[in-house]
């Protein structure tokens, strides 16, 4: 058996007893030493000693137990037995407790006893370290799993962080996607159709001016986020881009059966037109734009009435049907402001209709909100179209860039014109590469 064994005694012949005696049970490891003393010099170089067995009486150097206890600086762990042929208590019980001895053995020994208390000892360390090992594993184990879920939570946090930063800068790419995506649509109806653009543009304007006024007023439960309901206020006759030139020459009042629904077709055309939107988008402006001619007596396009209309599909109705009434003569205008107000209040409050057309409180905010804002306000940047140079006088701001006929940038936007623009620009037609689309901002008119 491959354990060391160190035996103390200053008798030489009970070394030897204890010598033979181990190994013949099995033990190949057997150190001796004579004194206390010496035995710490040999444990100083074998500290991994696994038993020590020393005479407590050693003539007139360290007794056993002094030696025992000193054995505890080069080998804590090792099984320590003691040999006396004392019967003192206070000497045993002092030993146990300073020289964690395992156990005494009566001298002269049992050699069946003794080896007994050797393998015994043995035994117990061999569970003791296991025990040891076990625990170690486990401290090894939950120190490893602090760590780690220390680590994990960290990671997690910046996960989260992570997440928050990509999810706001998703948001805010959405958003100025959706503007640009807007703008490029008011610009194109800008360009194809003036008359819708501006009556989109208000209408965008009004919307809103209505999502914050309704939430304002404490009316309503549901959210009308003002960035999204003025998108949808400008697209809400995107459709009628598709309209023949015809259609925007016959007033309503004068349309035939098959040219309303001609008219009519604007919705569908519209929803269309907006497919390639971003879905979360396209979702929200769907309804709005599907039901902007739904009117609370369920005379509309499809029928829909009272609060089967989608809220901002109600908003988008009274805000165009006032502009149309403001400014588009083949819907009655131009009316002043007040005159329209009574007009469709005539239709908010029907006696003999019963239902009215619009939603009595969302009106109440429309109304209020309408007397606080002038024509000015709403249309502040608004720009128009000069039909040729002849036209473009010194101080006038571009609305947006200036190119030649051949696409070579001129002027930009927000530049002031100077006479010696007029003059460079007349020079330019002269070479046949004169400027075109001149869009200049409306309040230096
Ligand atoms: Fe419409």
């Known amino acids: 058996m491959n354990y060391k064994i160190l035996c103390v005694d200053d008798e030489q012949i009970i070394l030897d007893a204890l010598d033979r005696l181990l190994r013949h049970v099995g033990y190949q490891y057997i150190l001796t030493a004579h004194s206390g003393e010496l035995g710490l010099g040999i444990l100083e170089n074998n500290q991994d000693a696994d038993v020590i067995i020393a005479d407590e009486k050693m003539g007139d150097g360290m007794s056993g137990s002094q030696f025992l206890k000193e054995s505890m ?18 000497i045993l019980v002092e030993a146990v407790n300073e020289a964690k001895i395992f156990r005494h053995v009566r001298k002269p020994w049992n050699n069946k006893q003794l080896v007994q ?22 401290t090894r184990a939950a120190k490893y799993y602090r760590a780690e879920s220390v680590r994990l939570k960290k990671e997690n946090q910046e996960l989260a962080s992570n997440l928050d930063q990509l999810q706001e800068s998703i948001g805010q790419t959405a958003s100025k996607t959706n503007q640009s995506f807007l703008d490029t649509l008011l610009f194109t109806m800008q360009y194809v159709n003036p008359t819708l653009w501006q009556h989109s543009r208000r209408v965008g304007k009004w919307c809103r001016l209505m999502a914050d006024a ?54 569908e055309d519209g929803l269309w037109l907006i497919r390639r939107l971003p879905d979360e988008v396209r979702k929200i402006l769907r309804k709005p734009i599907r039901q902007h001619h739904e009117r609370r007596d369920g005379k509309g396009y499809y029928g829909i009435f009272l609060d089967q209309i989608d809220d901002w599909a109600q908003i988008i109705g009274i805000v165009s049907d006032y502009d149309n009434f403001r400014f ?9 402001p007040l005159e329209v107000i009574e007009k469709m209040k005539e239709d908010v409050y029907s006696p003999s209709e019963q239902i009215g057309k619009y939603n009595e409180r969302l009106f109440d905010v429309f109304e209020n909100l309408s007397t606080n804002i002038s024509d000015v306000e709403l249309d502040r940047t608004e720009s128009v179209e000069l039909p040729s140079i002849q036209d473009v006088t010194p101080g006038k701001i571009l609305a947006e860039d200036l190119y030649t006929v051949k696409d070579i940038f001129f002027l930009a936007r927000n530049h002031m014109i100077e006479s010696s623009d007029i003059e460079k620009m007349r020079i330019y037609e002269d070479e046949d590469n004169g400027v075109r689309n001149i869009w200049v901002q409306s309040s230096q008119e």
């Open 117 to 138: 208390t050797v393998q015994e000892g043995l035994k117990q360390r061999l569970l003791k370290r296991r025990e040891n090992q076990r625990l170690d594993k486990m």
């Open 328 to 336: 588009s003569k083949l819907h009655g205008g131009p009316l002043g």
């Open 73 to 90: 600086i080069f080998c804590p762990d090792a099984i320590r037995i003691q040999l006396t042929a004392y019967s003192d208590s206070d």
């Open 214 to 267: 309704v939430v304002e007023d404490g009316q309503s439960s549901t959210a009308f986020p003002a960035d999204i309901l003025e998108m949808a206020g400008v697209l809400h006759d995107i459709g009628k881009l598709k309209f023949p030139e015809s259609l925007w020459r016959i007033p309503v009042v004068d349309l035939s059966e098959d040219q309303k629904k001609q008219v009519s077709m604007h919705v």
